[in-house]
């Protein structure tokens, strides 16, 4: 792919994204954005990482959110002062450099012209460009994780040392930004130590040349300790502040437990938010700190999920909805705006079920990486709690399928 080529594809993605930060949607601010506000307030005001406002008598925790975002604000703010617009056009380049990284993974699994075509889908997709406008993870993620699995596929075709620590080094960053990913690390450490379940050999090279296993040991264990490297002083910080191991954060037990507040209230089928979590676990929370408070919550949540397995297997499928699709039973009246994300996911979502239902090819092997990724995504959220944004980091994987899928609709309708 020339040259010419890429530098279109950006300049389009940074059209689109100025574009959404002129018009700056008023819809976008979300709890999320007020608590990465207040922990940038904090670092900025010497306070560390604490969540908490001012005369807020709960919510003081010091490793709620890991410290990416945070300090991906907090420098802006300290180079540019606090007004949101520089962080706005950062994460527009970011953003508008991720449908490149999209190019280059696409690559890996089609010709050129659909790798193309799935970076432009990128570079105009409306929901990752609206997402630039907000204070949230959603860019950021985007860009790290995608990067990660160029990153490991490229120690899984070439295993060694350095192209795994660098792997390894990407994801550590990415988990620092959103920790959703963390439980995927052996799944990758895996591909790169078996060719065959990475699908390389249906990409490129011969069984012949595959190097020896211990080199791709050596690449697969520079993985996990860059990774390692990337969060220790996180880690570190956090065993200092609450003399147990955080490795990244102290958020899980409570997302669990939100995750059934459905079911708890009698409405298994919505999402009821942090206020479905009962006013005495809150007070529990409070009096066992910020680390025993979370395993408390955590079984809490189990708890209900033993009284109720059924329900919450049934919970399962409004969630997934939620995920994609920005619909949920439970939550009112939908607006334009979910109809819009219910539109635009849906597209894509029949273009990739085509791909693999009916053009299915080398690439579905050579993909593996992906799938399971997105699989691993969409299971960890609909067993919690979900949102349709938190699945925009996945766009990279499924663009490159539903690009092919478009190609051959259009060629079978050129030849009539």
């Not at 990279?396 to 009539?416: D, I």
Request: proline share 7%; hydrophobic share 55%.
């Amino acid at each position: 792919m020339s040259r010419r080529s890429l530098l279109l594809i950006l300049a389009l993605g940074l059209v689109v994204r100025f574009a959404v930060i002129a018009v700056d949607p008023g819809f976008l601010p979300t709890a999320d954005t007020a608590e990465y506000q207040r922990i940038t307030a904090n670092i900025l005001g010497g306070a560390g990482f604490d969540s908490g406002a001012p005369g807020d008598p709960l919510w003081h925790p010091k490793s709620w959110r890991t410290p990416g975002y945070p300090l991906f604000l907090a420098a802006h703010a300290s180079l540019f002062g606090p007004a949101r617009r520089p962080v706005q056009v950062t994460q527009a380049f970011i953003d508008a450099a991720t449908a490149l990284l999209v190019v280059v993974l696409g690559r890996r699994l089609f010709p050129v012209r659909i790798a193309w075509l799935a970076g432009l889908a990128y570079a105009l997709h409306p929901l990752p460009a609206i997402q630039v406008a907000a204070l949230g993870t959603e860019a950021l993620a985007a860009f790290l994780l995608t990067a990660f699995l160029i990153l490991t596929y490229r120690a899984a075709e070439r295993p060694t040392v350095g192209r795994g620590a660098l792997a390894g080094l990407v994801f550590g960053l990415d988990l620092l930004v959103r920790p959703t990913p963390q439980l995927f690390l052996p799944f990758a450490m895996a591909f790169v130590l078996l060719p065959t379940l990475a699908g390389v050999s249906a990409l490129r090279g011969s069984p012949r040349a595959r190097p020896p296993l211990l080199r791709r040991a050596g690449a697969a264990l520079a993985l996990a300790l860059g990774c390692f490297l990337v969060i220790a002083p996180w880690a570190v910080r956090n065993y200092r502040v609450h003399h147990a191991f955080v490795p990244l954060s102290t958020l899980g037990g409570v997302v669990l437990n939100e995750g059934v507040g459905g079911i708890r209230v009698g409405d298994w089928w919505s999402m009821t938010g942090l206020h479905s979590i009962p006013a005495e676990d809150w007070t529990r929370w409070r009096e066992l700190g910020e680390v025993a408070g979370e395993k408390y919550m955590r079984e809490s949540a189990v708890q209900v999920i033993r009284e109720h397995p059924g329900l919450y297997a049934l919970s399962v499928g409004p969630k997934l909805l939620r995920f994609w699709l920005q619909l949920s039973f439970g939550y009112g009246k939908l607006s334009w705006r979910s109809w819009g994300v219910f539109w635009s996911q849906g597209c894509l979502l029949a273009l990739v079920a085509l791909a693999f239902l009916r053009y299915r090819g080398p690439w579905v092997a050579a993909g593996r990486l992906l799938w399971l990724l997105v699989l691993y995504h969409a299971a960890l959220y609909s067993l919690t709690v979900t949102e349709a944004r938190y699945s925009f980091v996945l766009l990279p994987c499924l663009l490159p399928p539903a690009a092919h899928a478009l190609a051959q609709l259009v060629r079978a309708r050129a030849h009539r």
